[in-house]
């Protein structure tokens, strides 16, 4: 079946710092997610793409869609405190409908 | 409006015995997912519903795992004779409708452990 490899697997950084993720597919998607979870809650959603090249932004968070669509990064600028979390990718190939596949997830510990 | 709930919101049972997890959808969302999410690990998807109708079970680990939903509203999710490696988060979530480019909101899951 379709997997997402995501990297890294953990993030130590200083506040301000800018982050980098990214996730990669051997097969197409045609679309990627990016979701982030707190402790004990579901994942919420941060941003959606669904076109090949398409970069998108929200507030700090900026991500884009390769344009192999097989791959897809998360940059976080001038990280805070509360960025701490696991990043997840998420994609969506063929006739999958809102079946997501979901990367293992990137642990991010911001440092005050 | 409430989002997705779910309950338990923890369940710890003995190896053999039968769970059942429950989740409220949003109100008026007709597509409903399972995911189940194993200690530090990513989402692993289950089951869809559109509606009552689940079209594609294939992502149900095994014969033990099986889903409905009733009313196009709240699902249950039971596996039977459960084993050790069952226990994980179970998160559950809906969007209006079956689409990719409708957001699923997610639960905040049921944790379970068995023991």
């Known amino acids: 079946g379709q997997q997402l490899n995501q990297s890294p697997q953990s993030m130590f950084i200083q506040e301000g710092e800018d982050v980098s993720m990214n996730c990669t597919s051997s097969?197409?998607?045609?679309?990627w997610l990016w979701y982030k979870q707190d402790p004990g809650e579901g994942p919420v959603l941060l941003i959606a793409l669904y076109k090949a090249g398409e970069l998108t932004s929200n507030g700090r968070l900026t991500a884009q869609f390769g344009i192999t669509r097989k791959d897809s990064f998360l940059n976080i600028s001038a990280s805070i405190p509360s960025d701490v979390g696991i990043y997840f990718c998420a994609g969506v190939g063929g006739t999958s409908y809102g079946k997501l596949t979901f990367g293992q997830g990137t642990i991010l510990t911001v440092h005050p | 409006g409430a989002g997705v709930s779910q309950s338990p919101s923890n369940k710890v049972t003995e190896k053999g015995k039968d769970v059942e997890l429950r989740c409220d959808p949003i109100?008026?969302?007709?597509?409903l997912y399972w995911y189940r999410q194993s200690l530090g690990q990513g989402l692993e998807f289950l089951i869809y519903?559109?509606?009552?109708?689940?079209?594609?079970k294939s992502g149900l680990p095994s014969d033990r795992f099986s889903a409905e939903r009733t009313g196009g509203s709240v699902s249950t999710l039971t596996i039977q004779r459960t084993q050790q490696e069952d226990s994980a988060v179970y998160l559950c979530?809906?969007?209006?409708?079956?689409?990719?480019?409708?957001?699923?909101?997610f639960g905040p899951g049921t944790r379970l452990l068995v023991l």
């Open positions: 109100s008026g969302h007709t597509a």
């Open positions: 097969s197409i998607f045609n679309t």
């Open positions: 519903f559109q509606g009552n109708s689940a079209p594609d």
């Open positions: 979530a809906s969007s209006s409708r079956l689409a990719t480019s409708e957001t699923q909101y």
